[in-house]
């Protein structure tokens, strides 16, 4: 033995050594914070990793416009909640985003390919799929055969493919254990044989949520997925939501209940009049004033004068009085006419 060895060296290093212990992976939904934790708070800033990328789009219709968004960017891998007030113009965004509406100018991009002039059913074979305020299910198809509509690159569907069985019969097969295992984690499979149309509002938006994840999408878009749903139904909803993060897919949501928005998103983008006006992380958004000017108006916690109220009531009376082809004689706040007569 050498001298500078030290004694039971030897034997120690002929024993197997313990692996060395790695740490496991971060789950995907804090990947997605950790990603946007440095992100500022700013309307149309870079993210780190953008999986949709949306440039000057503008939708007009007529002398409305519907959407006007400068620059937009969607976080890979995480979920993004998109709010505002009735009429922001985020279903027509959706409907931009996905095919269903060309815009007026603008280009956007899914992971750097171009989705202009492309059809939904391209769009949705890129990986982009998404489901509908009013849920889409074939009322007189079964809730297995609305499933299998989902799947895609199906071999038996042209024609004279049709007509040979060995053609398709294996991929068939495989699909429909996959709407099967889908229907059972949507809690839906007791009901694979009912029609479509025999489900609750709230099952219907699960089977429309399992049907999107039959095409292995990569990007999911959903919109107001938990309206009209029951209660007992929207902890379930909320659940997929987030599962759908878990297995490494992006979220783009529409939703007008802010608990909601607060639990699940990891971001937030706030629409107003087809514009963007706020975007960053759900702590932030109530603290922005142009997000609360938009749902509440600019002076909703502002008091009106004693001269404000008084040019207020007048033009609403004014109004009336030519409505209904009156002299027009307008009040005062203390209930006299101009001339100072009690009325």
């Given at each position: 033995?050498?001298?500078?060895?030290?004694?039971?060296?030897?034997?120690?290093?002929?024993?197997?050594?313990?692996?060395?212990?790695?740490?496991?992976?971060?789950?995907?939904?804090?990947?997605?914070?950790?990603?946007?934790?440095?992100v500022p708070w700013e309307i149309g800033v870079a993210k780190p990793d953008p999986a949709i990328v949306v440039d000057?789009?503008?939708?007009?219709?007529?002398?409305?416009?519907?959407?006007?968004?400068?620059?937009?960017?969607?976080?890979?891998?995480?979920?993004?909640?998109?709010?505002?007030?009735?009429?922001?113009?985020?279903?027509?965004?959706?409907?931009?985003?996905?095919?269903?509406?060309?815009?007026?100018?603008?280009?956007?991009?899914?992971?750097?390919?171009?989705?202009?002039?492309?059809?939904?059913?391209?769009?949705?074979?890129?990986?982009?799929?998404?489901?509908?305020?009013?849920?889409?299910?074939l009322s007189r198809l079964t809730v297995l055969q609305n499933m299998l509509l989902g799947a895609k690159d199906q071999?038996?569907?042209?024609?004279f493919r049709s007509l040979v069985p060995g053609v398709w019969r294996k991929q068939e097969q495989a699909n429909t254990?996959?709407?099967?295992?889908?229907?059972?984690?949507?809690?839906?499979?007791?009901?694979?044989?009912?029609?479509?149309?025999?489900?609750?509002?709230?099952?219907?938006?699960?089977?429309?949520?399992?049907?999107?994840?039959?095409?292995?999408?990569?990007?999911?878009?959903?919109?107001?997925?938990?309206?009209?749903?029951?209660?007992?139904?929207?902890?379930?909803?909320?659940?997929?939501?987030?599962?759908?993060?878990?297995?490494?897919?992006?979220?783009?949501?529409?939703?007008?209940?802010?608990?909601?928005?607060?639990?699940?998103?990891?971001?937030?983008?706030?629409?107003?009049?087809?514009?963007?006006?706020?975007?960053?992380?759900?702590?932030?958004?109530?603290?922005?004033?142009?997000?609360?000017?938009?749902?509440?108006?600019?002076?909703?916690?502002?008091?009106?004068?004693?001269?404000?109220?008084?040019?207020?009531?007048?033009?609403?009376?004014?109004?009336?009085?030519?409505?209904?082809?009156?002299?027009?004689?307008?009040?005062?706040?203390?209930?006299?006419?101009?001339?100072?007569?009690?009325?």
């Open positions: 033995m050498p001298a500078d060895q030290p004694h039971g060296a030897s034997a120690a290093s002929s024993l197997p050594q313990a692996p060395a212990t790695t740490a496991a992976p971060a789950p995907p939904a804090r990947l997605a914070q950790a990603a946007l934790r440095d000057g789009v503008t939708r007009t219709f007529g002398g409305l416009t519907a959407v006007s968004v400068d620059h937009l960017e969607v976080q890979r891998g995480g979920i993004t909640g998109l709010i505002g007030p009735n009429g922001a113009g985020k279903t027509t965004l959706f409907n931009l985003l996905t095919g269903f509406d060309q815009p007026n100018a603008g280009t956007w991009s899914f992971d750097g390919r171009s989705l202009g002039r492309l059809s939904p059913h391209q769009v949705a074979r890129l990986g982009v799929v998404r489901t509908f305020q009013l849920t889409k299910a071999r038996g569907e042209g024609f254990e996959k709407a099967l295992d889908l229907l059972a984690r949507f809690k839906l499979d007791a009901k694979k044989d009912d029609f479509a149309g025999t489900l609750s509002g709230g099952q219907r938006k699960l089977l429309e949520m399992a049907r999107a994840l039959m095409s292995d999408p990569k990007v999911v878009m959903l919109d107001e997925p938990m309206a009209g749903v029951n209660p007992a139904l929207t902890q379930s909803l909320l659940g997929h939501v987030k599962d759908l993060r878990e297995q490494g897919m992006t979220v783009i949501f529409v939703e007008h209940d802010m608990d909601v928005v607060r639990d699940i998103s990891d971001w937030v983008v706030v629409m107003a009049a087809g514009k963007v006006i706020a975007e960053g992380p759900p702590e932030s958004i109530s603290q922005n004033q142009a997000v609360v000017d938009a749902y509440l108006g600019a002076h909703h916690d502002a008091p009106l004068t004693v001269e404000e109220e008084d040019q207020v009531l007048a033009e609403a009376e004014a109004a009336i009085a030519r409505e209904e082809g009156t002299s027009g004689e307008v009040l005062s706040s203390d209930g006299t006419d101009r001339e100072g007569t009690q009325r």
